[in-house]
């Protein structure tokens, strides 16, 4: 129907947005009713069902990938915390796993629905045997290790911070086992000045070291990612 103005439409009919808005239910926190009209209002959101990917952090992974192009087909590729599998599913389309290419293995603690091309593996990635147990499902040293992880958030920035730093760390002690010489290291960070252990290793064992900020990541979010490429350190 052809507005009655005549006009162009401006997001705005009869004086309403069309922004969609979520009523506080009774069981229902404030900070959760927020978080469920944001998600219902993000673009990456609708995208992700449109295309079939299953998290929105996919376009994180694309958008960083299409910049530094960092998976290639043939690849092996390790996807840490895998779930709910939105990275796995842009790694495995790109280093052409379902094809028999590449090889992509998504590590979790939670059971993870299958996808084309990617093995799955229920296992604590700090486990001593881990990074052996990893490169028996790939067939040899990893070409990239990923790292979307992110700690439950306690509301309290610093803290949150520390946590997730933390979690890069470890990430990055496990990649420096299971990569290969030339391999990459992307793992999820926030904005801030606590990572600098972090960074002093990965400058040891990596050619090149950039922060990265994806437009997909929420303009209003900490968010950052670390990203290390040219791996030349093998661990005794």
């Known amino acids: 129907?052809?507005?009655?103005?005549?006009?162009?439409?401006?997001?705005?009919?009869?004086?309403?947005?069309?922004?969609?808005?979520?009523?506080?239910?009774?069981?229902?926190?404030?900070?959760?009713?927020?978080?469920?009209?944001?998600?219902?209002?993000?673009?990456?959101?609708?995208?992700?069902?449109?295309?079939?990917?299953?998290?929105?952090?996919?376009?994180?992974?694309?958008?960083?990938?299409?910049?530094?192009?960092?998976?290639?087909s043939g690849q092996r590729i390790v996807d840490l915390g895998a779930a709910p599998g939105g990275w796995s599913q842009v790694a495995a389309k790109r280093v052409g796993a379902a094809e028999g290419k590449g090889r992509v293995v998504g590590i979790d603690l939670l059971d993870i629905d299958p996808i084309p091309g990617v093995d799955?593996?229920?296992?604590?990635?700090?486990?001593?045997?881990?990074?052996?147990?990893?490169?028996?499902?790939?067939g040899g040293p990893a070409d990239g290790v990923l790292s979307d992880m992110a700690a439950n958030a306690t509301g309290h920035r610093k803290t949150d911070h520390l946590r997730i730093v933390a979690l890069a760390e470890l990430a990055a002690e496990f990649a420096g086992d299971v990569l290969s010489p030339g391999g990459f290291f992307l793992a999820k960070v926030l904005q801030g000045g606590t990572e600098g252990d972090l960074l002093a290793s990965l400058k040891r064992d990596f050619a090149k070291v950039h922060h990265v900020k994806p437009t997909a990541s929420r303009a209003d979010s900490a968010e950052l990612y670390v990203l290390a490429t040219g791996f030349r350190r093998a661990r005794d």
């Open 1 to 72: 129907m052809t507005p009655k103005s005549g006009g162009t439409r401006s997001g705005r009919e009869g004086g309403r947005s069309l922004k969609a808005r979520v009523k506080t239910a009774r069981k229902r926190s404030l900070s959760s009713t927020l978080w469920l009209e944001r998600q219902l209002n993000d673009p990456y959101v609708s995208r992700a069902r449109l295309e079939g990917f299953r998290s929105r952090a996919a376009f994180k992974l694309t958008e960083i990938d299409d910049k530094y192009h960092l998976l290639k």
């Open 120 to 138: 799955f593996a229920i296992m604590d990635f700090n486990a001593p045997d881990a990074p052996e147990r990893l490169k028996q499902i790939l």
